[in-house]
């Protein structure tokens, strides 16, 4: 019989492939076993994981996200949801940057299809690339992403977003967590955005806020909630 729950460790994140029948409340005793064996390679460092293999109600995500914050020590900075990030990203050279060992982590030239950015980036840190950049975790207040092609966040934006740097109007931020300080696309800024009711540092309110995109429509800049 095939294990309940395997791990798939990729340079960036981690993806749970879980059992497909199993019932759900035994399936959320494995996956807390599984964490557990697996607490000292983790260490204190937070990471991002991605299931694969069923299909995960959000009441579901929330009750295994919470049994892997009550029970172990391993720490989740975002849950990836794979389907909207592939539909976000259908550009076929996007979507075969999203896969880590593509390419080395690190990687920032002009010959790269994406930067990777494997975790938070933190105040007073700037990111530049004339690639799309990927965060896997949170850009903090304070700090900076900037890219001449697309800005994905699988976290919260807090900081600064600038997309199109070299004046590419078709350019795109996507975070999980949309509450940039400042965000810009090509020559057009973004209006402020209202904080009112935000925790940055309280994971449990962030993990489920709604995804949004900011683009150009129509020569104006405008935030969509991603669905």
Do not use: W
């Not at 903090?140 to 800005?151: C, I, L």
């Amino acid at each position: 019989m095939a294990l309940p729950v395997v791990m798939k460790s990729g340079k960036n994140y981690l993806t749970l492939v879980l059992d497909e029948e199993l019932p759900f409340a035994e399936l959320l005793q494995e996956i807390v076993a599984k964490f557990r064996e697996s607490e000292k390679f983790f260490g204190t460092e937070p990471i991002a994981i991605a299931f694969e293999g069923r299909k995960l109600s959000e009441t579901e995500n929330l009750q295994i996200m919470d049994a892997i914050d009550c029970y172990t020590n391993v720490r989740i900075a975002v849950l990836i949801e794979q389907d909207k990030l592939m539909e976000y990203a259908a550009d076929a050279e996007i979507r075969k940057s999203l896969y880590p060992e593509e390419m080395e982590l690190d990687q920032i030239s002009e010959e790269a299809v994406c930067t990777f950015i494997p975790r938070d980036v933190r105040a007073g840190e700037e990111i530049v690339s004339l690639n799309t950049v990927v965060v896997f975790g949170d850009v903090e207040k304070g700090a900076s992403v900037r890219s001449a092609e697309h800005v994905i966040v699988l976290g919260a934006l807090f900081g600064e977003a600038a997309v199109g740097t070299e004046g590419n109007t078709d350019s795109r931020i996507f975070a999980l967590q949309f509450a940039p300080e400042d965000y810009r696309i090509a020559d057009l800024a973004g209006d402020p955005i209202k904080k009112k009711g935000l925790f940055q540092k309280d994971l449990n309110r962030r993990r489920f806020r709604e995804p949004k995109t900011a683009a150009i429509v129509n020569g104006v800049l405008q935030i969509d909630t991603y669905t």
